[in-house]
């Protein structure tokens, strides 16, 4: 994703200040060509707005031990239907990872298996309240930790 917003940006401002480019002559009304390629800049940056993210709070709850307030986050990616989910356990082990939409499954709309940074897994999924837009509008979820322990979030 954000290759081709560099990329983007390199092409409008290689064309904007002509480097590696020919010049560009004005015309008539004293305008250039120059000034279409200024669309290039807003449109990445409103790729790079386009993309939501957000906390999905939860309780992880381990046997033998009293629950505990963890957050999940979530990025979304440019265009949809997938993104990044990642989390901070109290045991100071970080999961992250790809999530998936999918949105006609009955029982789960999302769903996401993270790697955790000491060989651990984590296994999640959600329902959500609009499940083809995402994380966004809320909903529910469930993760799974491999070393035992289970999240349960509500957004």
């Known amino acids: 994703m954000w290759h081709s917003v560099i990329a983007m940006l390199r092409v409008g401002w290689g064309r904007l200040s ?37 906390p999905i709070p939860g309780r992880l709850t381990e046997p033998g031990k009293p629950s505990k307030t963890v957050t999940l986050n979530y990025r979304s990616s440019v265009f949809g239907g997938s993104g990044k989910l990642w989390a901070l356990l109290p045991d100071g082990q970080r999961y992250s990872g790809k999530y998936v939409l999918t949105p006609y499954a009955s029982d789960h709309h999302m769903v996401s298996t993270l790697e955790g940074d000491r060989g651990g897994t984590m296994t999640c999924r959600f329902k959500l309240n609009e499940p083809g837009v995402g994380p966004d509008k809320g909903g529910t979820g469930k993760c799974e930790v491999s070393q035992g322990g289970v999240i349960d979030a509500r957004f």
């Open 18 to 54: 002509h480097r590696g480019s020919a010049p560009v002559a004005p015309r008539r009304d004293g305008t250039s060509e120059m000034r279409r390629d200024v669309v290039y800049i807003p449109l990445a940056l409103t790729v790079l707005m386009g993309c939501a993210s957000g």
